[in-house]
């Protein structure tokens, strides 16, 4: 998603702003700007495209001394990608600019204060009101203004900020985005990723949440939120430039796996009011009729992103009380579908461009129905067929195997079936409100399952030759078991099937012996007991379990000691969680057996032919 980079030293600030940018290309954008001080004034060049595109202005036409800049690429969240949206964003006399990464969750109620106090906002976009807020607080100091500014701000953020006051410093600062400082000689840096500077400097300080840091051509001072002095320690990063474009980590799918609290964070950011219990859903473009008069819903997607309607057939049912059918776009396109203008088509596709969707959306609209499109691509062909969308903000996944896409798909849905539900009155305000807070944690919870990766990796270690899985879930983890074995399959290429644990019996319990491996989903819920009768059907035929459990869970002790253990949530919530290990365990077996885990045989990331 977006980038951030800082130059203060000898070189022309506008080309080595500019290189940087390009190497954060990978992340995804939409525009891009650079902004330098100049004889204390601010120069600043923005516009849509890729860089490529934009070089002359950014850089051939922009002739400038200046040795002192901040850049940005933007990924399009609060308004559309347009020039007056893109960073940096500056105050009202174009005195400072900032360079935001990240979501201001309050701007709304910000920006209509800062609005009555005569402040003139020039873009849609949050960030922007990080640049009144310091201006409001500047007097004469830059870092305590930016750290004033920032008691205001709900959110997650990481900064950069020029001043032309202060032609000798740049000042950062970070909480839940990241944020490195690079350190040269005679000249220092700041920049989302070691990427962006990798050429230039390879001594880095990594900063902590609520760390910043005063960056100026000879030495960097940095600093608490509360204006405290700390000690950091640079690390020497020893990366070859492949691995850099991945953050350092092996491969795309294990640095999207891992981006997913964030990617949470990103999809919820600025669409709930904790206080209110209300949900904003700035694109989805339904009125009050339109809700009222739908009887039915029906989802289509393929993949990964028909797994995540699943969850979304249980989350509708129970949080908004319609009856909701969960169908394939490339069966749906071809079976005649029974839809009318009560129908709500909920069409679901990370890329926007599968052909199939793309098809079942088409006959949908034909036959009356109105569609709501739940998208990560923006300007992609679907966002311009539906009638309605919900942005997922997972922002862009390059591993073939979706991951986070998927979380960002569950997040989206659960936020519009609360929604939904609390529109028709089938969900008490309380009951809203606390599912937005157990939502806001959810990404520290995450974050504790994905510090269990080297667990998980020992754990697929011993199933390296496994010739088939089965995995089983009920209720709201049976999409998480389809999900689960889809991983498997794509990129270890060992069968999987995943079956709802109540069928076995009906069945696949044919296929268990000493052999056979049965990944199960069995975290506390309302099916929690049907399940654990299942699973000792499987025990008491040899079968190998493996089980993702809530955390202590001393009832499966018995079973078996194959188990991760997942953090205690809401059963409706509860999918977007136990699908972690089940990506790291696929992610693992597929790396350790050797596999292109990005790039698997036969798959393309966007199937845009049928
Ligand atoms: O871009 P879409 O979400 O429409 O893609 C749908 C499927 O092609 C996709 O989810 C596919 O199944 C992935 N390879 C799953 O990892």
Redesign the pocket.
Known sequence: MCGIIGYIGNKPANEVIFDGLTRLEYRGYDSAGIAVVDNQKIHVRKDIGKLRNIRKLLVDDFSSDSSIGIGHTRWATHGRPSAFNAHPHGDCQTSLMVAHNGIIENFMKLKKRLASEGHEFKSETDSEVLAHLIESHYDGNLKSAVIEALKDVEGAYAIAVLHKNHPDELVCIRKESPLIVGLGNEENFIASDVTAILQYTRSVVYLDNFEGAVVKRDGVEFFTIEGEKVEKNAVQVEWNPVAAEKGGFSHFMLKEIFEQPQVIRNTIGGRTSEEEGKIYLEELRLTGPDIYRTQRIVIV?????FYSGCVGKYLIEKLVQIPVECDLASEFRYRSPLVDANTLVIA???????AD?LAAVKEAKKRGAKVLGVVNAKESSMTREVDGLVYIHAGPEIG???TK?YIAMLTALTLLALMLGKIRSVLDPEFVKEKIKELKILPQQIERVLDKHEEIKELASQFLHAKSFLYLGRGFNYPTALEGA??LK?ISYIHAEAYAAGEMKHGPIALIDDEMPVMAIVTQSDVYDKTLSNLKEVQARSGQLIVVVTEGDGEIAHLTDCKIEVPAVSEILSPIINVIPLQLFAYYVADLRGLDVDQPRN?A???TVE
């Not at 679901?348 to 599968?354: D, H």
């Open positions: 997607g393929c993949g990964t992103a679901i596709s990370q890329s926007g461009e599968t969707t073939v195997a979706s896409a889809l991983k794509e798959l990331k966007s199937v």
